[in-house]
């Protein structure tokens, strides 16, 4: 007989049996006071009073360091407490008796010491079932099917800890509850009362319903397709000559689509086709068109940023305005118009006779009602005759003008056929820019609709197969770019994170104490 495992389960029960003594060893060190007897305490006390004022100012050469005794002396309930006492050389192998419990645990399942004798030792029968086992494994090498793959021999549990049992799982919401209804629902049961659920299934159970008949091939034959949106839709004949308002009250009557839904809002293709020179294989030619249109347009966008940057630049020193300029600014139409002053009445002309007695006359009326004197009767029947003679000459001019367009009447239909032409021209103008706007981006935002870049190989990019070619642009750009360009969506720009309140560091407790 062979024997495995004796030593570990001695050297076990050893440390099983000594490490209580090691316990009081280390109460007795730390814990003195628990040596003394309840009787003794007083004496005790005496003696440790004179023995500590026979040395110099109470302290004995032999005495330990004070700042150690008090550290000593610390809480225990403490989590430092518990740091200290686990440096000690009892915490270290108590610690390392634990760990080696658990590992006895993990391996083997429970205890060495514990262990019953079949699982320590085995019976040696020779070398014949040695060879038998020999064949056994070389067997189930040679099989890969039987032979467990090395993922799966990582992630599965080699410890023979049994896994803690999950009590959540269990437990069932309202047991009390469920149970005191079943125990009740069998003493009904008993006295020959169902519940209603049972009742229901009974029922259902001898008056089984009718089975509802399924729709054969040939009604979906003789169902005709229709639009939905057409006019005499077949859903919306029952509803035809009903009264307006009440079908807007019974909110029967359909939402009128307004035309512009109708319309495409751009006449753009959704997918346009690149040109020739984009190819993963294109002719030199193509090749070269595409890389003048990708260079033109690099060319527009510099000329459109050194025209800002002279836009935005300083003044020369020729053109910095100086003290003199600036006045000469200021002055500027202040001299001219103080010598084209004049006199006021110099470039008055002399006055018509009947112009000059009817503002006499006015003159005189105004003094008078400045006075404050009453109009005299005279003054009434001149007014009144100036008003009738005025209305008179209105209605003459009026006659003598309609008089002189009857002779007109060749001009008038020139002036008016020329404006139609106009208007005409001006329509189809209209019509033919709307035409030509049709396929661009209109100005849905505040941004501008920007082109994508020409998404253009360089010659020395170029490659003769599609595996070693080198993608170029992005689907997801494209497409988003042909949203803005048919205008389904407005041009935008990626949004700026801006973070609303300042990052706050904090340095934690557990950090300061590692540095």
Same mark, same amino acid.
Request: charged residues 35%; glycine residues 6%.
């Given at each position: 007989?062979?024997?495995?495992?004796?030593?570990?389960?001695?050297?076990?029960?050893?440390?099983?049996a000594?490490?209580?003594?090691?316990?009081?060893?280390?109460?007795?060190?730390?814990?003195?006071?628990?040596?003394?007897?309840?009787? /003794?305490?007083?004496?005790?006390?005496?003696?440790?009073?004179?023995?500590?004022?026979?040395?110099?100012?109470?302290?004995?050469?032999?005495?330990?360091?004070?700042?150690?005794?008090?550290?000593?002396?610390?809480?225990?309930?403490?989590?430092?407490?518990?740091?200290?006492?686990?440096?000690?050389p009892?915490?270290?192998?108590?610690?390392?008796?634990l760990?080696?419990?658990?590992?006895?645990?993990?391996?083997?399942?429970?205890?060495?010491?514990?262990?019953?004798?079949?699982?320590?030792?085995?019976?040696? !029968?020779?070398?014949?079932?040695?060879?038998?086992?020999?064949?056994? !494994?070389?067997?189930?090498?040679?099989?890969?099917?039987?032979?467990?793959?090395?993922?799966?021999?990582?992630?599965?549990?080699?410890?023979?800890?049994?896994?803690?049992?999950?009590?959540l799982?269990?437990?069932?919401?309202?047991?009390?509850?469920l149970?005191?209804?079943?125990q009740?629902?069998?003493?009904?049961?008993?006295?020959?009362?169902?519940?209603?659920?049972?009742?229901?299934?009974?029922?259902?159970?001898?008056?089984?319903? #009718?089975?509802?008949?399924?729709?054969?091939?040939?009604?979906?034959?003789e169902?005709?397709?229709?639009?939905?949106?057409?006019?005499?839709?077949?859903?919306?004949?029952?509803?035809?000559?009903?009264?307006?308002?009440?079908?807007?009250?019974?909110?029967?009557?359909?939402?009128?689509?307004?035309?512009?839904?109708?319309?495409?809002?751009?006449?753009?293709?959704?997918?346009?086709?690149?040109?020739?020179?984009? /190819?993963?294989?294109?002719?030199?030619?193509?090749?070269?068109?595409?890389?003048? #249109?990708?260079?033109?347009v690099?060319?527009?966008?510099?000329?459109?940023?050194?025209?800002?940057?002279?836009q935005?630049?300083?003044?020369?020193?020729?053109?910095?305005? !100086?003290?003199?300029?600036?006045?000469?600014?200021?002055?500027?139409?202040?001299?001219?118009?103080?010598?084209?002053?004049?006199?006021?009445?110099?470039?008055?002309?002399?006055e018509?006779?009947?112009?000059?007695?009817?503002?006499?006359?006015?003159?005189?009326?105004?003094?008078?009602?400045?006075?404050?004197?009453?109009?005299?009767?005279?003054?009434?029947?001149?007014?009144?005759?100036?008003?009738?003679?005025?209305v008179?000459?209105?209605?003459?001019?009026?006659?003598?003008?309609?008089?002189?367009?009857?002779?007109?009447?060749?001009?008038?239909?020139?002036?008016?056929?020329?404006?139609?032409?106009?208007?005409?021209?001006?329509?189809?103008?209209?019509?033919?820019?709307?035409? #030509?706007?049709?396929?661009?981006?209109?100005?849905?935002?505040?941004?501008?609709?920007?082109?994508p870049d020409?998404?253009?190989?360089?010659?020395?990019?170029?490659?003769?197969?599609?595996?070693?070619?080198?993608?170029?642009?992005?689907?997801?750009?494209?497409?988003?770019?042909?949203?803005?360009?048919?205008?389904?969506?407005?041009?935008?720009?990626?949004?700026?994170?801006?973070?609303?309140?300042?990052?706050?560091?904090?340095?934690?407790?557990?950090f300061?104490?590692?540095?």
């Amino acid at each position: 007989m062979a024997v495995a495992g004796s030593a570990s389960r001695e050297r076990v029960g050893e440390m099983r049996a000594h490490a209580p003594d090691r316990i009081s060893d280390c109460r007795d060190e730390y814990f003195p006071f628990n040596k003394m007897a309840p009787g /003794s305490s007083g004496a005790s006390a005496r003696r440790s009073k004179g023995a500590a004022d026979s040395g110099f100012l109470g302290l004995r050469p032999t005495s330990v360091d004070p700042a150690l005794r008090r550290r000593r002396r610390g809480p225990r309930n403490k989590k430092r407490g518990w740091r200290r006492l686990a440096e000690e050389p009892l915490g270290l192998e108590v610690d390392q008796f634990l760990e080696d419990v658990r590992l006895q645990e993990r391996t083997t399942g429970g205890l060495l010491s514990e262990a019953p004798d079949e699982k320590l030792f085995f019976v040696d !029968t020779g070398s014949k079932e040695k060879e038998r086992s020999r064949k056994r !494994t070389r067997l189930q090498k040679k099989s890969p099917l039987q032979k467990p793959l090395r993922v799966d021999l990582i992630l599965e549990n080699s410890s023979k800890v049994p896994v803690p049992k999950d009590v959540l799982a269990h437990q069932v919401p309202n047991a009390k509850k469920l149970r005191r209804k079943e125990q009740l629902w069998e003493r009904l049961a008993k006295q020959g009362e169902l519940p209603r659920e049972v009742r229901k299934a009974q029922a259902r159970l001898l008056n089984p319903p #009718a089975p509802k008949a399924k729709p054969g091939p040939q009604d979906s034959v003789e169902r005709p397709f229709y639009d939905l949106w057409a006019p005499d839709n077949p859903l919306d004949r029952p509803l035809v000559g009903q009264d307006t308002f009440f079908l807007e009250q019974t909110k029967k009557k359909g939402v009128k689509r307004p035309r512009r839904l109708h319309v495409k809002p751009s006449s753009a293709p959704a997918v346009e086709v690149t040109p020739a020179g984009a /190819s993963y294989n294109p002719t030199f030619e193509d090749h070269q068109a595409l890389l003048l #249109a990708a260079h033109e347009v690099e060319l527009q966008r510099e000329k459109e940023a050194e025209k800002l940057e002279r836009q935005l630049a300083l003044p020369s020193a020729e053109q910095v305005a !100086t003290q003199e300029t600036v006045f000469r600014e200021m002055c500027e139409g202040l001299l001219e118009e103080s010598d084209g002053e004049g006199e006021p009445g110099q470039d008055e002309g002399p006055e018509d006779e009947d112009g000059g007695d009817g503002q006499a006359e006015a003159l005189r009326v105004s003094a008078c009602l400045a006075a404050g004197e009453k109009k005299t009767e005279q003054q009434r029947r001149r007014e009144k005759a100036a008003r009738v003679r005025r209305v008179q000459q209105a209605a003459l001019r009026a006659a003598r003008l309609r008089h002189q367009e009857l002779f007109r009447l060749r001009g008038i239909k020139a002036q008016v056929a020329q404006r139609l032409a106009e208007l005409a021209r001006r329509r189809e103008q209209r019509r033919l820019r709307r035409l #030509a706007e049709a396929g661009k981006p209109r100005r849905l935002g505040r941004l501008k609709y920007q082109a994508p870049d020409i998404d253009v190989h360089l010659s020395s990019e170029l490659s003769d197969s599609l595996r070693t070619m080198k993608p170029e642009g992005s689907i997801l750009r494209d497409r988003f770019k042909s949203f803005q360009r048919r205008n389904m969506i407005e041009p935008r720009e990626r949004a700026k994170f801006k973070r609303k309140y300042k990052v706050k560091l904090v340095e934690k407790r557990a950090f300061r104490e590692i540095q």
